[in-house]
């Protein structure tokens, strides 16, 4: 078990494991924090094992009186779980300002669960592994502006941070960014796919993919031009690319992303219904 001291503002406790709390801790670790700041509450036995192995942690198989030695409590668990998960930690988080990555669960429930008002959102995405990543934040009115900053700070190695003002917009934040990555993936697997079913290699099909989304968004971000202008650019007139985009068009890709993203905003809302507040 890790001894922390009794109580320490700096160190974070992560209540869960997995993919999204190792991106986190990876980044924290790279920007030079102690493993021994860091103590996690993991169930799962491969996963501690993962953990001690990947960042050299000693993470808890249940919640304990170390708990309190944390100011951060960061809530890393799937929604579903949320209640099972605080039941055991409630007595030992009331101190700490809490940190919330979980999709859907608002911060009326999680205030009441862990006893504590000072309540922050954050919607990350699983580039903070690489500190890619970008985060949307919400705060609640109990949150100090240092508090505000201190999240910032946990934060600033995974990526860039996004603040909205209404809690209702991390719904949407989440749909966006935080499921975004995988529309990302989904994309980049039919464009290899598509190289592949051509004759490329699979290496060649699969660098050409990436440094095509790695070429065009940094475009994007450089240009003060919108996505549309840009892509017309491309799109000499009679040739390939217009050929390729009157195929999307007519398969009515656009408008399917469009409503694929709503539908992820709505199981977001759902998510938290399910949960209060
Ligand atoms: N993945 C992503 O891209 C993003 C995820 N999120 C949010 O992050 C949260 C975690 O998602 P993700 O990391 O993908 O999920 P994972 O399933 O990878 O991680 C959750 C971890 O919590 C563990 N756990 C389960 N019950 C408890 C408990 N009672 N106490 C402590 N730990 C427990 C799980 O163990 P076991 O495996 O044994 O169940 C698992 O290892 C979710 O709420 C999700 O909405 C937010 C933004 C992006
Ligand atoms: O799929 C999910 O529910 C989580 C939230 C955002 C990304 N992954």
Same mark, same amino acid.
């Given at each position: 078990m890790t001894t922390l001291p009794?109580?320490? %503002? *700096?160190n974070i406790a992560f209540i869960g494991g997995g993919n999204m709390a190792g991106a986190l801790i990876g980044g924290l670790l790279k920007s !030079?924090?102690? %493993? #021994? *700041?860091i103590l996690v509450v993991e169930p799962f036995a491969a996963q501690r094992e993962r953990l001690q192995r990947e960042f050299g942690l000693a993470p808890l198989a249940e919640a304990g %009186?170390?708990? #309190? *030695? #944390?100011g951060i409590v960061v809530w890393a668990v799937k929604p579903q779980l949320f209640r099972d998960a605080a039941a055991p930690c409630a007595a030992h988080v009331g101190g700490a300002l809490q940190l919330s990555v979980m999709a859907g669960v608002r911060s009326d429930a999680i205030a009441r669960a862990s006893g504590s008002q000072r309540v922050v959102r954050a919607m990350p995405n699983t580039p903070a592994l690489i500190g890619r990543g970008v985060a949307g934040l919400y705060a609640r009115d109990a949150v100090t502006p240092d508090e505000r900053g201190a999240v910032e700070a946990l934060l600033a190695p995974t990526g860039r941070t996004v603040w909205v003002e209404?809690? #209702?917009?991390l719904d949407a934040v989440t749909a966006l960014s935080g499921s975004g990555p995988a529309y990302v993936f989904y994309v980049l697997e039919a464009m290899m796919k598509a190289g592949v079913e051509m004759g490329l290699p699979e290496a060649q099909a699969r660098a050409l993919a990436l440094a095509t989304f790695d070429g065009a968004t940094a475009l994007a971000e450089a240009s003060p031009l919108p996505p549309a202008e840009l892509r017309a650019q491309v799109? *000499?007139? !009679? !040739?390939t690319t217009y050929a390729a985009i009157t195929s999307m068009e007519a398969d009515g890709v656009g408008p399917a992303v469009v409503r694929a993203i709503a539908r992820a905003r709505e199981r977001a809302r759902e998510l938290g219904d399910e949960f209060g507040g």
């Amino acid at each position: 078990m890790t001894t922390l001291p009794r109580m320490n %503002p *700096s160190n974070i406790a992560f209540i869960g494991g997995g993919n999204m709390a190792g991106a986190l801790i990876g980044g924290l670790l790279k920007s !030079g924090r102690a %493993p #021994a *700041s860091i103590l996690v509450v993991e169930p799962f036995a491969a996963q501690r094992e993962r953990l001690q192995r990947e960042f050299g942690l000693a993470p808890l198989a249940e919640a304990g %009186p170390a708990l #309190a *030695s #944390a100011g951060i409590v960061v809530w890393a668990v799937k929604p579903q779980l949320f209640r099972d998960a605080a039941a055991p930690c409630a007595a030992h988080v009331g101190g700490a300002l809490q940190l919330s990555v979980m999709a859907g669960v608002r911060s009326d429930a999680i205030a009441r669960a862990s006893g504590s008002q000072r309540v922050v959102r954050a919607m990350p995405n699983t580039p903070a592994l690489i500190g890619r990543g970008v985060a949307g934040l919400y705060a609640r009115d109990a949150v100090t502006p240092d508090e505000r900053g201190a999240v910032e700070a946990l934060l600033a190695p995974t990526g860039r941070t996004v603040w909205v003002e209404r809690e #209702a917009d991390l719904d949407a934040v989440t749909a966006l960014s935080g499921s975004g990555p995988a529309y990302v993936f989904y994309v980049l697997e039919a464009m290899m796919k598509a190289g592949v079913e051509m004759g490329l290699p699979e290496a060649q099909a699969r660098a050409l993919a990436l440094a095509t989304f790695d070429g065009a968004t940094a475009l994007a971000e450089a240009s003060p031009l919108p996505p549309a202008e840009l892509r017309a650019q491309v799109t *000499s007139k !009679g !040739g390939t690319t217009y050929a390729a985009i009157t195929s999307m068009e007519a398969d009515g890709v656009g408008p399917a992303v469009v409503r694929a993203i709503a539908r992820a905003r709505e199981r977001a809302r759902e998510l938290g219904d399910e949960f209060g507040g």
